[in-house]
């Protein structure tokens, strides 16, 4: 392809390339920069540099136009952004809007997407809980999906080296369906937390009450200051970007880490178009690339690629592969590449009053929340749905107005506010069974404005996903009662699929190259020298937020490739 | 946009001035450039005295000013918030309503709206939240005042809505009344409420 301004095929050419910059991205960045490996890292979006791309981070409430409000114009012609929680006058600027890269819905699915260096890790909600072996012995044992190639034990140590680097907040809580991590100390759980924590534990065995792990530097540590990251100071207003990083991304932690090596490359604004086969060679041997300000394409090489574009971009990059060895997308002999795509369900939310603990209130912030880790199907199949959900609990005391009237005493009533009741509140975060027919394929004839085909996504919930809705609503509704809460009310949101932000699935991992697309190492198995650590990789979703078995599988999968490469296996 | 800077000057004299109780709107001002909204100074002008009667300022004893809407200049952020931020029939309803106050109190009621004093405001925006059934439609007018008063009512709904939110995120009321720390430091989980402010 002629491009003048792009020199020699040796200058574009690295030892290692990563694609996308995101949680996992920017941990096989820091990975592979850190053993030495001249590593190019490309990001679709534009470049946000820690602090000084954080324009609203010092912004107080009353200096937001709209005081934090979207405008109409926004919100109408893009419905599916407007949905998110997240999605504000202040951290507007971080979200894809959906007029600018569409996507086909043919079931409605609510693609939430941060295309900028740190991607979605800018914007998480930062917690953190391990997955066990009740999470990847579920397909086997339940007979869905196929097995996972990994176990607890293989991904154990990896999981304390990224909490190590990361910085974990949380509390060793001896659960077995919950496995402890590398922490630094817990935030606190308040008054009405612990007394639901108390009355859930007293009346009910294997249901627990925990304070949610989350990537916060309750105490940092001389890694943490290291990496120019300090004390989370509870401003809880992270989305924006963290002046202090007290909270991890990828943008604080793994890419200027990775950049001090040296060793590393970014390349913001370039939207890889594919991934170049050799046949020969019999292995990828390079990424085509479209710069997003230029419009050129570009050919950048390197014997080792990693795949960390975000779940569902993932599979459009590797759908989009196609070479005469794979005609269907690289790695993609078995048909299966965008299918078995999960997710969880966030569907319900049930609230309701507390009447106690009336002489007390908390004061501050606090960027967690109270967990409950999944109580069904842990240790044996007990309900007429597969799997099960685990759950959030927050509590907080009520501030009451009077709004009634106007003038003097509306303005009294305004600057008089009386404490109310606590309000307690759960929302549920469901285990979905990857399905055959939840699926992403390239549309066969819209592009975006790269000429790349646009990503078809056809995913619904089933019949096992409402059955456990309605028994989350049954049995949040009895413990709330049991606990004496009043006013207790159940809402399902009805919202799509998507809007949950934990997408996974499409290249799955698993042992046999006829079922699965990955092996236990990440690599396609019908492509080694290409790597696949992000949430498509994903055999099965577990109950529990996933962004750190990412990070793991990420840090895992560069060590075997290195180790493979010194043995000259790759 | 020229909004947009008008705002931003707005908020610089509100803080240089630093509550100083305003007179009455000089000739010089100018209004709120708005893209949807059609509505000249006189109307702006009758929004804030709408406003200023929703949430008014005050003066105690040893004279010191309790701002409210008027010294928060709270009528330009609730054209803001109606102009960007709400759905088209609500905006049409809030242009109308605001352009009927006048006639229809001057119509309908003993006063006309505004009076001089807060407590005669007070009672005619009071009176018109609450009627609940128009007066008999006079011969030979365009609107008929059931209409009039539906979109008064809608207007006065929103006025108030966002005159509250304006008021209850200000500087003045998130540092002076309310203090919102931007960098609270550590998360107290269980404090008695025993002399704290409630917040």
Known sequence: MANFTIDSKDNRTYDAIVIGSGISGGWAAKELTGKGLKTLVLERGRNVEHIKDYPTTNKMPWEFEHRGQMPKEITKDNPVISRCYAFHEDTAHFFVKDTEHPYVQDKPFDWIRGYQVGGKSLLWARQVQRWSDYDFEGPARDGFAVDWPIRYEDIAPWYSYVEKFAGISGNKDGLDNLPDGDFLPPMDLNCVEKYFKEKLETQYSGRNLIVARCAHLSEPQAIHLEQGRGQCMNRNLCQRGCPFGGYFSSNSSTLPWAMKTGNLTMRPNAVVHSIIYDEEKEKATGVQVIDSESKESIEFYAPLIFVNASALNTNTLLLNSKSNRFPEGLGNDNGLMGKYVAFHIYRGKISGSYEGELGNTTVGRRPTSGYIPRFRNVYKQETDFLRGYASGFGAHRRVEREYEGIGQSLKDNLLNPQWGNWRVGSHMMGETIPKETNTVSLDPTQTDKWGIPLLKVNIDYDDNDEKMIQDFFEQFTEMYERAGFTDIQTRDTGQAPGLDIHEMGGVRMGKDPKTSLLNKWNQLHACPNVFVTDGSSMTSTSTQNPSLTYMAFAARAVDHAVKEKNKLNL | ?199
């Open chain 2, 1 to 199: 946009m020229d909004r947009r800077s008008a705002l931003k000057q707005a908020a610089l004299l509100a803080g240089g001035l630093a509550w100083l109780p305003s007179c009455d709107f000089g000739p010089q001002r100018a209004a709120v450039a708005l893209d949807n909204l059609q509505l000249d100074t006189d109307l702006q002008d009758l929004l804030a005295k709408v406003a200023a009667t929703i949430i008014p300022s005050e003066e105690n004893e040893s004279g010191e000013i309790s701002p409210g809407a008027e010294e928060m200049d709270l009528y330009r952020f609730i054209l803001v918030m109606v102009d960007d931020c709400l759905p088209s029939e609500d905006q049409t309803a809030f242009s109308n309503g605001l352009k009927q106050l006048t006639l229809f109190t001057k119509a309908h009621l003993e006063k006309p709206f505004p009076q001089k004093e807060q407590t005669e405001n007070e009672a005619i925006l009071t009176q018109l939240m609450e009627i609940e059934e128009a007066p008999a439609a006079t011969e030979g007018a365009e609107v008929s005042p059931a209409e009039q008063l539906k979109d008064i009512q809608t207007f006065l709904g929103i006025t108030k809505r966002y005159t509250i939110q304006g008021y209850m995120v200000s500087e003045y009321f998130m540092t002076e009344k309310f203090p919102y720390k931007l960098v609270p430091g550590p998360y107290q989980a269980c404090v008695s409420t025993e002399g704290l402010t409630v917040m």
